[in-house]
């Protein structure tokens, strides 16, 4: 398969020429000044872009694999609460967190699966990969992992108390995960990648 397209431009064909900050809290908002090469013309800008600045996370597919079942959170998401549709703001999700300070990501699988469901995990977890959520805005990278894990252990609720992180943590069968993926039961991002990944290598891995 070589017609996959290779990317025209590359990292050193645009240029910052300026960065302020707009928001400094709990996230970070900076709003850039820039030019890039371009298909058209020699060159595209100055233009003005907000970048939401997130630091690397990464999402855990947390599975006993005997059992063929998943281990999921359920929390409050202030981006759910928000939006236009009325779903429920209470999501079903992976085990997921961001990236401490000199913190690498594999470290951080352990930690966030210690912290959201009480597991402490026998073996490293898989990286399946990374991706950017949200390129167009957002320099957030998300790092995918697949880890076994024992679902005897869980607790059945966890959360850092001073971090404002309340969870209940569910256990649920493969084929359950898998219709509601089908019946568009999922509404998050990374649940539905995860799911997608496990239903194309489920054959071998259950």
Not at 64 to 72: G, I, T, Y
Not at 86 to 111: F, H, K
Not at 199 to 205: D, M, R, S, Y
Request: aromatic fraction near 10%; include cysteine.
């Amino acid at each position: 398969m070589g017609d996959w397209p290779r990317p025209q431009f590359g990292s050193d064909d645009w240029e910052l020429l300026a960065t302020d900050r707009l928001a400094d809290g709990f996230f970070q908002l900076e709003q850039l000044t820039l030019t890039h090469r371009g298909y058209q013309a020699e060159s595209i800008g100055p233009m003005r872009r907000e970048l939401f600045v997130r630091t690397p996370a990464v999402v855990v597919i947390l599975c006993d694999v005997a059992r063929k079942e998943l281990v999921m959170v359920e929390q409050f998401r202030i981006g759910a609460a928000m939006s236009d549709l009325e779903d429920s703001p209470w999501m079903l999700e992976w085990v997921a967190g961001i990236c401490d300070e000199n913190e690498a990501p594999l470290q951080t699988c352990y930690r966030e699966v210690m912290e959201e469901t009480g597991l402490t995990l026998a073996d490293d977890p898989e990286l399946l990969f990374s991706y950017y959520p949200s390129p167009g805005g957002s320099n957030e990278l998300i790092h995918l992992y697949f880890a076994p894990c024992d679902v005897a252990e869980i607790d059945c609720y966890r959360g850092q108390v001073g971090e404002y992180e309340d969870l209940k943590v569910h256990v649920i069968s493969v084929a359950s995960a898998m219709e509601a993926l089908q019946t568009g039961r999922i509404n998050n991002a990374a649940m539905i990648i995860g799911l997608q990944w496990l239903k194309i290598n489920q054959a071998h891995l259950l």
